[in-house]
């Protein structure tokens, strides 16, 4: 992974002496809050409901054992002994003193960590698929595109003040992880018929109170021209985005107003000016910066091993908890003998993406002796160990028991991405977490979950949709409805490569509904699936919304349809999730 060199370093110990000092002068008064607020914006440091938050950058979710420890020692000597993952693979603090803040941000550059823009009207942390340099499908590691656009974005003049924030993803795989086209700019690593390396550029995705899927306006950029394009783009942005109305000055308003083609073409016009200025401001991809950068990314020193290994095929065997979490947390690695581990950071009734300081020393201490020192923090609030040796995983696995984080539950109904809601946010307009918690309660019994298969729930406390909502198999979206929560459900989102737009499906429900309205919706499924392995996602793309809608507002006197029995092939096993 990444490591800062002496610019790097010099940079952020310059910007958290510089914060100190903002810090000091607004404790004496020297700076009013409305002035104090846009340098505390530039530092991750928001005014929550009840205290200060700061959101730490975690580029393209990578981390290693001694930063996890650093974040488990701030959590422990600042905060209340906890960290909140977030869908952009950031950590939240949601309970630091002012007058501490300036020591945890020395504390994370003393581990080659920052919080710089992870808010205001900038180009926000660099986002990347959580499997990088382990899928068994990936055509090129994302990771050095990533670390690139956060070299070249940090701190840029020029794109300091945008309209309004700006988003970045990249993958380098065809199964897209990173929610690519819901982002300003989405980067999908590809290869033209040459085999020549390049991205398909796509922008103007996003989700908010204007939910749109991002479209293509390179359907190939030779990898030399990366920068100067992403400048190209948001350069018209900065030109041409609205600075009226923050409700529609994202790009994707502005590409929506002008057309793919106008928008398309003054890129175009935009980059062909920055390649022909010599010594101008345009950048180019130094080949030797990137060759650097790249290194920093090479793979791990993997041992050559056999496909199947003896040690965890007798654990499988022996062991049908563990049989269940290999079977969901597990994902095929590129490399023979080696798979991709994600820890479950929902354990029935907890709070999604919370990690104790205990857990995170643990999780660091699992990566430094069986995952070659790499963690990834994935957008669905989850913490992946990207390469384990198959013979480890039993271990592994009877280490995460001893801490609450071995529950099987990845991509289950209970695996649940929810923002941080009325309990913390100023923005917020009903809670989050207590709905996420009822439902994985509610469908707590591992078997059932198992019988109802893939289920992507996502949840937002407001229109912003940082709980993306938008793109979760079922949505919900909660308001306040004259004082009251109201939860409003869509479907048939998806966050993948075939991203949509879920459809909201009707009058919102009061919070003691939403479970049972949850669960109509499930029957109806398990009813008209065509056998187990058509999942509600498929099932909705077949027949459409109505037959849900009928179920989620049923007539009076009608009954929901009961769900079948469990199949043959689904692993039963004794003991609760978790």
């Not at 869908?87 to 002012?98: E, H, M, V």
């Not at 398909?200 to 995705?205: D, L, R, T």
């Not at 290994?309 to 007798?314: I, L, N, P, S, V």
């Not at 009903?430 to 309660?441: K, T």
Request: aromatic fraction near 8%.
């Amino acid at each position: 992974m990444y490591r800062y060199d002496e610019f790097d370093d010099a940079l952020v110990r310059d910007r958290v002496q510089r914060f100190r000092g903002q810090v000091e002068r607004r404790i004496s008064g020297a700076l009013t809050e409305d002035e104090f607020k846009p340098l505390r914006l530039q530092n991750g440091l928001y005014l929550q409901l009840h205290a200060y938050m700061l959101r730490v950058a975690i580029p393209y979710g990578t981390l290693n054992s001694r930063q996890m420890r650093q974040l488990a020692m701030i959590a422990e000597r600042w905060d209340r002994g906890y960290g909140h993952f977030t869908t952009r693979q950031n950590i939240q603090f949601n309970w630091p003193k002012l007058t501490d803040t300036a020591a945890i941000l020395d504390a994370l550059a003393d581990v080659g960590m920052h919080a710089i823009q992870t808010s205001g009207n900038c180009i926000r942390n660099v986002t990347a698929d959580h499997f990088a340099g382990a899928a068994a499908d990936e055509i090129e590691d994302p990771r050095p595109t990533a670390e690139l656009l956060r070299q070249w974005s940090t701190d840029h003049p020029e794109f300091a003040f945008l309209p309004r924030k700006f988003k970045i993803a990249v993958t380098g795989s065809p199964n897209d992880r990173a929610v690519t086209k819901a982002h300003d700019i989405g980067l999908r690593m590809i290869r033209n018929e040459a085999e020549e390396p390049g991205y398909e550029v796509i922008v103007g995705g996003g989700l908010g109170r204007t939910p749109m899927v991002g479209k293509v306006v390179r359907a190939f950029l030779p990898k030399s021209d990366l920068l100067a394009y992403v400048e190209a783009i948001l350069r018209v942005y900065n030109l041409e985005g609205r600075r009226d109305n923050k409700y529609k000055a994202r790009i994707k308003i502005l590409l929506h107003e002008t057309g793919l083609e106008q928008f398309s073409a003054a890129v175009e016009r935009e980059f062909d000016d920055l390649k022909a200025v010599q010594g101008g401001p345009s950048v180019a991809v130094d080949p030797q910066e990137l060759a650097r950068i790249e290194a920093y990314f090479s793979a791990p020193a993997f041992e050559v091993l056999d496909e199947a290994d003896e040690t965890f095929e007798t654990a499988l065997a022996a062991d049908g908890t563990f049989r269940a979490w290999s079977k969901q947390n597990l994902a095929e690695h590129r490399q023979p003998g080696y798979a991709i581990a994600t820890i479950s950071l929902k354990a029935i009734g907890e709070v999604p993406g919370d990690a104790t300081a205990d857990q995170m020393r643990l999780i660091a201490d699992i990566s430094e002796q069986f995952g070659h020192d790499e963690l990834r923090i994935s957008h669905e609030q989850n913490i992946v160990l990207p390469h384990v040796r198959k013979r480890d995983l039993p271990a592994v696995f009877a280490l995460l028991q001893t801490a609450g984080l071995a529950t099987a539950n990845l991509g289950l109904i209970s695996d649940i991405i929810a923002c941080p809601g009325m309990d913390y946010c100023a923005l917020a307009t009903a809670r989050s977490i207590p709905i996420a918690q009822d439902i994985a309660r509610h469908f707590a019994d591992p078997t059932y979950a198992q019988t109802i298969g893939e289920m992507k729930i996502k949840i937002s406390g407001c229109i912003n949709a940082c709980g993306h909502h938008h793109v979760a198999h079922i949505g919900i979206l909660g308001l306040d409805r004259r004082g009251v929560e109201n939860y409003q459900i869509t479907l048939g989102g998806d966050h993948t490569e075939t991203l949509a737009i879920g459809e909201r499906a009707g009058p919102g429900f009061g919070a003691e509904e939403v479970v049972p309205a949850i669960q109509r919706l499930i029957d109806a499924y398990l009813t008209l699936r065509n056998g187990p392995k058509e999942t509600f996602l498929m099932v909705y793309r077949r027949i459409g919304a109505e037959p849900f809608k009928k179920a989620l507002y049923p007539d009076s006197g009608s009954t929901a349809p009961n769900p079948p029995a469990p199949s043959s092939d689904v692993i039963s096993f004794s003991g609760t999730a978790g």
